[in-house]
């Protein structure tokens, strides 16, 4: 190996080559983190936008079970308590617990049935990250 001598200094030649080697490494490290950022983002937005579509899907799931409950209260003119597995469509796999109360009141010399619909719709396991539920109430009558 030869050196140089520069004003009584020895300098051994290619001294420095090791710092683009730091400097490559440093690049890569910081790619490969904005990767993996963009990748981490990336897929947040896709689970929020599946946390929503099962979201609406689940308030749909407890609309049906209102409007299963009311057509039952009003042809009937009593209360039905179930639970309702739906299995069609966009609806498939939930449950619907549907619970109705009812009451009678007299106005004049008539009687009429006041019906209080709750529901809960809810799909997956509870703790997993596609469980959803959604609750919904509604009252009704059967007064003209």
């Not at 308030?59 to 009311?70: K, L, N, R």
């Amino acid at each position: 190996m030869s050196t140089v001598r520069l004003n009584g200094l020895q300098k051994a030649p290619g001294r420095q080559r090791g710092f683009a080697l730091v400097v490559a490494i440093f690049l890569i490290v910081v790619l490969a983190s904005l990767g993996l950022y963009i990748v981490r983002i990336s897929g947040m937005q896709h689970q929020t936008v599946n946390v929503a579509l099962l979201g609406a899907r689940a308030m749909q799931a407890a609309q049906t079970g209102v409007e299963w409950a009311a057509f039952q209260a009003l042809d009937s003119a009593a209360c039905t308590t179930t639970t309702l597995n739906l299995t069609e469509g966009g609806l498939n796999g939930f449950d619907v617990e549907v619970t109705c109360a009812s009451s009678s009141h007299t106005e004049t010399s008539n009687t009429y049935n006041v019906f209080v619909i709750d529901v809960e719709a809810r799909a997956g396991v509870y703790g997993n990250p596609d469980y959803v539920s959604r609750r919904m109430q509604a009252s009704l009558t059967d007064a003209p």
